[in-house]
């Protein structure tokens, strides 16, 4: 299959066909310019268009006499709690929480910071910024307190919302020590948090500055939706890039919105009533897609699943939720299905729920390795469509549509992430900037405009959009993504060509654990580098150098360097493999020959490149480097 009359339509008049799309939002104003440009000469969509997010996504399924539905469903196996939500409800109590944070003075185009785990306050804190037309910032919960101040510092949000603990598996985590000690790191100071606790940990609230969520809400009273402008920003997601320092990804209203109707519609075969589980977290772009936005926009029920694949309690949690919920589609990660094949290889626990109502299995977050995807097509017999996308997107450039246009089904193949969606013109490029021929590898790259719904900018660093990902092939986006379209037009992605890895699904950068090691007293220098992993994907291998003269033994030092990882960036991270070597790679000018230890820990050809400083230095690393995966 190649271009759909869709994609031709989108791609050579982008204009008329968004246009068209648009008419899926209930705007307060509809726009009449469909495609501008602003003053950093980057596409804007809509830009005279008003709305607002959370109006689209309860107040407006309420007027349509949906207000009785189930709009979310709160799952937790940790705590045993389930709770169901229905749109007036939800509106309700989202009507509400904007008036909390109104009354800390919180208004259009202030930033909220969110840092919650997955429990319904989350999506009720996010809606009721979208309310307001303020600007959610939601952080992950696995951070910890230090990539939380570098987000306060560049956010600079008036209130932080909390959670007084999370919960893994039967561990839990308060949050509030976590909170504090972020604030006493940064420079910027909120206002005020607001902390919804938590049955498992009451926390200690500071006089003047924090504030429990219950009491404010219970002297609340509902306040309407704000109207906004199509290109105000709806939120700041931070992601991880090839420096040290986390990018503020930018999301509009207005494209954002299109986008979200249009893909649950049309990538997703979703329908108002229908039951959609994104089986992620609301830290990453998928739960602020897919559990939140899109799902709920589109009249669908969502699911918030405060659990794990496996250990909550078993490898069936993914089987009992959909059959329980008659999920009618189920998105998540890969490494997901690998943790539950690894439990349950002969897919035993699908044989104990009815999973008539489950149509479509849908995958993202990092290539969906071909045994996987055979494994899940044989036990299921559902399609397994993986689909690919990022943060900066904010939803599939590439996926496998729903039929061929006639109502057939269009063939998954395996290793390969279906064709682009309509939008989003993607060629596989050269060095120079010149297409590859089918079947050929290249970097993954679109060609501009990039459709609604992408990445209005980078918070406070526009330069970083153009030179993070314009500058290299002038007209097109440069995702960062190598990979090759086959001749029959199937896109495959490989994987990053720059140093972000993917570790169990989450996005983190190699740079940034290069920054933490190398602040360590007794470290030289030392080298990130991810490694293949059977269950997670990939995860980082430290190679650390260590200075002349240090008295600590290798296993101390190694404990504490894997513990500087955690405490700074956060367990999720996953550094566990760290190894002492004498030198690295370098060039003659004192890079370090990242892709050439790459090679050698794949057990690839190596190619060394003629500015080595020393190629002795690769005879001492191979044989240790191509044993690591095997350690
Ligand atoms: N808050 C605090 N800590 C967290 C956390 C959170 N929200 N999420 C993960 N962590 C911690 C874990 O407890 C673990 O800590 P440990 O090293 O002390 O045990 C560490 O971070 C690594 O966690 P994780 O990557 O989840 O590995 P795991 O071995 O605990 O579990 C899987 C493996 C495959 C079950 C798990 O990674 C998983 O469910 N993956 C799906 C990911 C996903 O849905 N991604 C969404 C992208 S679409
Ligand atoms: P994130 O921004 O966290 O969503 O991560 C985006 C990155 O995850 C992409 O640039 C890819 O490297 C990887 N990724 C996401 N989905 C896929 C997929 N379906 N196939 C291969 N890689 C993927």
């Known amino acids: 299959m190649k271009h759909t009359a869709q994609q031709t339509l989108a791609i050579n008049s982008p204009e008329t066909y968004w246009q068209e799309q648009a008419e899926l939002v209930a705007w307060y104003k509809k726009p009449q310019t469909i495609l501008s440009t602003n003053n950093d000469s980057w596409h804007e969509w809509f830009a005279d268009g008003e709305l607002n997010s959370c109006y689209l996504a309860l107040d407006y399924h309420v007027e349509q006499g949906r207000g009785a539905q189930t709009a979310l469903i709160y799952d937790s196996p940790v705590t045993g709690k389930k709770q169901k939500f229905s749109y007036s409800e939800l509106t309700s109590l989202v009507a509400k929480f904007a008036d909390v944070l109104r009354a800390q003075d919180v208004n259009k185009g202030d930033r909220v910071l969110i840092y919650m785990p997955m429990i319904p306050q989350a999506a009720i804190a996010m809606l009721a910024c979208a309310r307001l037309g303020a600007i959610h910032s939601v952080v992950f919960g696995g951070f910890a307190a230090n990539e939380l101040a570098v987000r306060i510092n560049d956010a600079e949000p008036k209130v932080i919302v909390a959670a007084s603990c999370g919960i893994e598996i039967a561990k839990v985590i308060p949050y509030k020590p976590l909170i504090d000690e972020a604030i006493e790191i940064a420079v910027h100071q909120p206002k005020n948090c607001i902390i919804f606790q938590r049955e498992e940990v009451q926390a200690s609230l500071m006089q003047n500055r924090d504030l429990d969520w219950q009491e404010q809400i219970d002297v609340a009273v509902e306040i309407p939706p704000v109207p906004v402008k199509s290109t105000d920003p709806l939120y700041i997601l931070y992601t991880s890039g090839t420096t040290g320092k986390p990018k503020g990804v930018v999301r509009d209203n207005g494209g954002h919105a299109v986008a979200m109707l249009y893909s649950m519609k049309n990538i997703y075969g979703m329908q108002p009533g229908d039951t959609f589980w994104a089986a992620s977290d609301v830290g990453w772009v998928v739960g602020h897609s897919y559990i939140i936005y899109g799902t709920l926009m589109a009249g669908c029920t969502t699911i918030m699943y405060e659990g794990k694949p496996i250990r909550t309690p078993d490898a069936g949690a993914f089987w009992r939720v959909c059959a329980e919920y008659k999920v009618n589609a189920l998105f998540t990660a890969p490494t997901a299905f690998r943790a539950i094949g690894k439990e349950d290889p002969h897919g035993d626990f699908l044989k104990d729920y009815d999973l008539s109502s489950l149509k479509r299995l849908y ?206 960036i956060g367990a999720i991270a996953s550094l566990k493999k760290l190894l002492i070597i004498d030198r690295l790679p370098k060039t003659r000018s004192g890079k370090i020959l990242r892709k050439t230890l790459r090679q050698m820990i794949d057990g690839q050809e190596i190619e060394i490149p003629s500015t080595i400083e020393d190629s002795q230095v690769i005879t001492e690393l191979s044989s240790t480097l191509l044993n690591i995966n095997k350690a």
């Open 363 to 568: 995958l993202a977050g990092e290539r969906l390795d071909p045994a996987t995807y055979h494994w899940l097509k044989e036990k299921t017999q559902l399609p397994v469509i993986d689909h690919w996308w990022q943060t900066e997107t904010g939803w599939a450039i590439a996926s496998t549509p729903l039929d061929d246009g006639c109502g057939n089904m269009i063939p998954t193949k395996a290793g390969s992430a279906g064709f682009p969606v309509a939008g989003f013109n993607v060629e596989i490029l050269n060095a120079s900037g010149q297409q590859v021929p089918a079947g050929k590898q290249g970097s993954v790259a679109i060609k501009l405009p990039l459709p609604p719904g992408c990445l209005a900018t980078i918070y406070r660093d526009p330069e970083r959009l153009t030179s993070g990902y314009l500058s290299t092939y002038p007209g097109y986006y440069m995702s960062g993504d190598g990979g090759y379209i086959d001749e029959e037009g199937y896109l495959f992605i490989m994987g990053r060509i720059d140093d972000v890895i993917n570790v169990a699904g989450h996005r983190l950068s190699t740079g940034e654990m290069e920054e933490v090691l190398s602040a360590h007293p007794a470290v030289a220098e030392c080298a990130v580098v991810g490694i293949n992993d059977s269950l997670k994907g990939q995860v980082p291998l430290g190679l650390v150098v260590i200075k002349n003269g240090v008295n600590t033994s290798d296993e101390d030092l190694i404990s504490e360097l894997k513990q500087s990882i955690r405490n700074d």
